[in-house]
């Protein structure tokens, strides 16, 4: 299930972006998760974690881009869309790797292609993993949970989100 949240201080770009998004995914039997956020500074206190997130940049308190880059900070990896009636922000809509940058009001179709793109995405990253076999014990470690990895002495360090897992072998076998 995707999870994905809608952020802009007005409600009725929120309930509308909302409304066009689970229309395609209905369409195509995609579930998924949507919560919409009126404050942005709501969407950083959340803890949970985002696959797909829509923007607006300018908003009160705390702009779009500027979230953008604290989520990104704090590890984010999320699909970033930013919707918005400024086009002067495009440039640094690439500096926090947005997907797209949708110009109200949305067109259905543009908006098709991008949710298209992010789902192929998506689901190439949750499907790839690495397995790691040694003589005791094996496992499957998602790739989209892996930090980086380190080799000393032929020891392995695979960092991740649920810690460090440590095996003897060769990087080119892994």
């Known amino acids: 299930m995707i999870k994905i949240a809608v952020c802009d201080d007005e409600a009725a770009m929120c ?8 229309q395609v995914l209905g369409q195509w039997r ?14 950083l206190e959340d803890p949970s974690h985002l696959d797909l ?7 009160p308190g705390l702009n779009g881009v500027e979230l953008a ?14 919707v918005t009636v400024l086009e002067d922000h495009m440039l640094d809509a690439f500096e926090v ?5 949708l110009c109200k009001p949305v067109d259905p179709e543009r908006l098709k292609r991008t949710l ?3 789902l192929k995405r998506w689901k190439d990253n949750a499907e ?4 790691i076999q040694t003589k005791t014990w094996s496992r499957n470690v998602k ?3 892996i930090y980086y990895c380190e080799v000393i002495n032929r020891k392995i360090y695979l960092h991740t989100k649920s810690g460090v897992i440590e095996y003897y072998g060769r990087l080119k076998e892994t």
Not at 15 to 22: D, F
């Open 15 to 22: 309930e509308q972006i909302g409304q066009m998004t689970a």
């Open 30 to 43: 995609e579930p998924f998760e949507m919560i919409h956020y009126l404050d942005p500074r709501d969407l």
């Open 53 to 59: 997130l829509f923007l607006d940049i300018q908003m």
């Open 69 to 82: 880059r604290r989520l990104r900070a704090q590890g984010s990896d999320c699909a970033i869309i930013f």
């Open 97 to 101: 790797e947005a997907v797209d940058y």
């Open 116 to 118: 298209k793109r992010v």
């Open 128 to 131: 790839k993993s690495l397995f």
């Open 143 to 145: 790739v989209r949970d």
